[in-house]
């Protein structure tokens, strides 16, 4: 015999029916959910919190709001990088050059507001137009030719690194003036303790109501919907959590405006990824294409909107880079740049198979990484260790992916 519903709250009423409320049914829901990878960003945030509190324990100054605000510091460029990424990955795809546009990027703003004489801002804006221009040349290869982006992406590395030291030019190297606008934005921009909190407060409101309409909207399509409490309880926890990590920091330099940047387009593309028809459309060409096409989803559209966002924003990146380090040359970029932001997006929680992640793990990702290269450096141990950890966390990641994919495909 099934037994009643309630519609409002999901929850069996019958009498013979398991009291969902219990400890022991909350356990088995939560065990349920991380085996299904479920849990949101819950773990990798539980994970930030281990990996801090184990290298404050090594070294009392790792929490300092002194370290912490250098942390942000170093994490806003390849934060923003980072974030293009996880749009890439949603639909199932990967992008092996954004460090060689970041390195493009610096190098185009470097010579030509120093060498060429543009304003400063035109030259940012020819960086970001380039940008542009590589994701839609990337766009074009995916959905006409049917190139796989592993391929094409690794030569567009190679080919946007040669054009790179083509523009820096036999010196390899263009040192940006203290005086310009950029640099001592990014160098030294902090925001005012005011303009700081009311961003908080700000994005705390809006978390508010963003919980309350989407009750609203659950509870007219008759689904299940949060208690009244359980939102109060979230929003309440979010807005001590945020005032109390702006205070911390304003207790040294405070909130760089670089990092703020990045939060905010963090914040956007959460946005268009969750309430908009396009960011629906990213979730569902990565979760099939086929089903994605049958409902009428422009998958064509929507991957050359991603590898554009993606470009843009490593050119982003490669502007922020510049400014923080006031100089563009043949290193900026290289290394392991591209590899750090794929590990980031990927650590934050982004599903390598597409379909699964959100813009939040670009921030979560970059914080467990920037952490680890803190925390090691306070330790006075070098680049091997930091690969190896990283590598660990890493493989990590994507196991627990792997696992909760296969658990929900099972």
């Known amino acids: 015999m099934s037994l009643p519903v309630s519609v409002q709250t999901g929850v069996q009423t019958g009498a013979e029916g398991p009291d969902t409320s219990s400890p022991r049914e909350v356990v088995r829901g939560i065990g349920q959910r991380l085996r299904t990878g ?149 160098q030294q921009g902090f925001l005012p303790p005011a303009v700081a909190y009311a961003l908080v407060i700000a994005v705390v409101v809006a978390y508010g109501a963003a919980l309350v309409a989407e009750r609203a909207r659950r509870g007219r399509a008759g689904l299940p919907v949060s208690a009244p409490v359980a939102i109060v309880t979230r929003v309440a926890l979010i807005g001590v959590a945020l005032l109390a990590t702006v205070a911390y920091l304003q207790t040294n330099r405070g909130l760089g405006v670089a990092f703020a940047l990045f939060l905010g387009l963090v914040a956007v593309v959460d946005i268009l990824l969750r309430r908009t028809r396009w960011g629906r459309g990213v979730h569902a060409v990565g979760g099939s294409v086929e089903s994605a096409r049958r409902a009428g989803v422009p998958v064509r559209r929507t991957y050359i909107s991603v590898f554009v966002a993606c470009s843009t924003l490593a050119a982003l990146g490669g502007v922020l880079a510049v400014g923080r380090l006031s100089a563009a040359n043949q290193g900026t970029g290289g290394g392991d740049l591209y590899l750090t932001a794929i590990a980031a997006a990927v650590i934050g929680g982004t599903s390598l198979f597409g379909g699964r992640g959100t813009a939040w793990s670009a921030l979560w990702g970059v914080l467990i990484i920037h952490s680890i290269n803190s925390g090691l450096t306070l330790l006075n141990m070098g680049a091997s260790e930091r690969y190896v950890i990283t590598g660990i966390v890493l493989a990590l990641a994507v196991t627990i992916d792997t696992l909760a994919r296969r658990n929900r495909t099972a």
């Not at 990996?51 to 912490?68: E, G, K, T």
Request: hydrophobic share 60%; net charge neutral; with cysteine.
């Open 38 to 186: 479920e849990l949101g960003s819950l773990p990798i945030i539980g994970a930030l919190i281990v990996i801090w509190a184990v290298f404050q324990a090594l070294n009392p100054h790792f929490l300092s709001s002194d370290n912490l605000v250098n942390l942000t510091m170093q994490s806003a460029s390849t934060g923003v990088i980072a974030l293009g990424v996880v749009l890439v990955l949603l639909v199932g795809h990967i992008d092996l050059s954004v460090g060689s546009v970041c390195g493009l990027s610096a190098a185009l703003v470097a010579v030509g507001s120093v060498q060429l004489g543009w304003p400063v801002a035109v030259a940012v804006l020819v960086a970001l137009a380039v940008g542009v221009v590589v994701g839609v040349l990337y766009g074009i290869l995916a959905t006409r030719l049917r190139l796989p982006s592993f391929v094409f992406t690794l030569a567009g590395l190679l080919v946007i690194a040669g054009l790179q030291l083509k523009v820096l030019g036999p010196t390899g190297s263009v040192n940006l003036p203290f005086e310009s606008w950029l640099v001592r934005t990014v």
